[in-house]
Every structure is written in structure tokens, then in C-alpha cells.
């Protein structure tokens, strides 16, 4: 059973358009974070969200951590060719270990 | 600042052989984790050590084994090699243990078993 269940897998949209990614748990997470990865590299951290309902921003990416701490979504305004690769949203259950949810490939067509 | 290194990028081994991967964090990160990335499973936790000491394993067979030594630097073994054990090996380190701060990702070993 997948602890963190990411959607949608896959998603090919064009350059310019928004998309959002979401990341959903029955778990509560004392943190969850969100990473981009390249083929043949390790995953790089975007963002770590702790508190209940905060938002972050970074540049065109908004993160959200719902309100119960369980789910969390990540969107893209004005997507770019640049950021296309493999999101991945991990929760932390504060026992030194992620769990990681299965990511989303994502291709932004020029 | 250099970045987590793991050594070696590949690796190629025999079904039944055993290998050894090494980890060397970020200079005064103390917590190092260790990942296995597959097609079908995703990323999936090994184990964390801090100060060399284990302190988390998760649900891998006893063939999966690892060690921390006092300078931070980790190394995860696999003895008895299976054709499953073919993955993505991902080293991450934090400060004291990722809460708060998330992890930095190494590159990772990607083995291969034949």
C-alpha cells in the first residue's frame, strides 16, 4: 500500500499553461517536502513545508500543505521546457526516514 | 560547498556476489540515509544512521546492511546479490535528521545485477 499516493503519474502539457500536482495521504506528516529529479541524478529539494495550511513560494511554483497535515499539492503558473523532470513529494513521520510518493513525470512541450 | 558524493556512479555485478556503495555527506552533516530507487517501487528507505549508529531500517531483507564511521561517511553493503536487487542507490544527508530542513541527494550508484 502506498502511503503517499501522487497524481496525476504523468502529464504533458504545453509551455506556457499552468498544471498542478497533488499529493495525498491518510497520514499525518510532522513535514513534507518536495523534490525534482533529473534522469540520472539523485532528487534536489524544492521546498519543505511544516505548518498546517501554509503556502510557499518559489518563483512560479506554489506549494500547500493542507490544514490536517496529510496532503499537499504543487503548482506551476507559466510552465517552462525547463521544468520538465520527475516531482516527488516525500512526508516525514519524524522517525529519521521519508516516504516518498511514487512522483509525477512531467513534460513541458515547447 | 561539495555536495553528497557516492562512489561508484555504476555497477555492474554477478547474481550471488556482494557489493559494497560509499556515501560521503556534506562536511557537518551527521545524518546519512540510504534509498533504493526502482521503476515499480519508487524510492524506498534502507536506512539512517547519526553518529554511527543506526537508528531507522526499513523493511529490507538482512542482505541489505550498512555502517556509519566517525567522519559521517557511510557505506551500504548487499551480500548475495539478486536480479531485484537491480536499482538506483541514493545517499542523502541533513544536519541532525531531516526534519525542518529536507535532505541533500546525491547522485546515486546505479547497480546492475546480470
Known amino acids: 500500500t502506498q502511503l503517499l499516493e501522487q497524481s496525476p503519474q504523468f502529464l504533458s502539457i504545453q509551455e506556457g499553461e499552468n498544471l498542478t500536482v497533488y499529493c495525498n495521504s491518510s497520514?499525518?506528516?510532522?513535514?513534507l517536502q518536495w523534490y525534482r529529479q533529473e534522469p540520472g541524478e539523485g532528487p534536489v529539494l524544492l521546498v519543505t513545508?511544516?505548518?498546517?495550511?501554509e503556502v510557499k513560494k518559489l518563483k512560479r511554483l506554489t506549494f500547500q500543505f493542507g490544514d490536517a497535515r496529510k496532503d499537499s499539492s504543487l503548482h506551476i503558473t507559466a510552465a517552462q521546457t525547463g521544468d520538465t523532470g520527475l516531482y516527488l513529494c516525500?512526508?516525514?513521520?519524524?522517525?529519521?526516514?521519508?516516504?516518498f510518493g511514487q512522483g509525477t513525470r512531467l513534460t513541458i512541450n515547447p | 560547498k561539495a555536495g553528497v558524493t557516492q562512489t561508484p556512479r555504476y555497477l555492474i555485478k554477478t547474481r550471488g556476489q556482494q557489493v559494497t556503495l560509499s556515501c560521503s555527506p556534506i562536511?557537518?552533516?551527521?545524518?546519512v540515509s540510504w534509498y533504493q530507487q526502482t521503476p515499480g517501487q519508487g524510492l524506498q528507505f534502507l536506512f539512517e544512521?547519526?553518529?554511527?549508529?543506526?537508528?531507522n531500517k526499513g523493511n529490507f531483507p538482512g542482505r541489505f546492511s550498512g555502517r556509519q564511521f566517525s567522519n559521517s561517511r557511510s557505506e551500504m553493503n548487499v551480500s548475495t546479490l539478486e536480479l531485484g536487487d537491480s536499482a538506483l542507490y541514493l545517499c542523502?544527508?541533513?544536519?541532525?535528521?531531516?526534519?525542518?530542513?529536507?535532505?541533500?541527494f546525491g547522485s546515486g550508484t546505479r547497480l546492475t545485477v546480470v
Open positions: 513545508v511544516v505548518t498546517g495550511g
Open positions: 544512521y547519526f553518529s554511527e549508529t543506526q537508528r
Open positions: 542523502a544527508s541533513s544536519v541532525t535528521g531531516g526534519r525542518n530542513y529536507g535532505y541533500t
Open positions: 516525500a512526508g516525514d513521520q519524524g522517525a529519521q526516514k521519508l516516504v
Open positions: 562536511s557537518g552533516h551527521r545524518s
Open positions: 497520514s499525518v506528516f510532522s513535514s
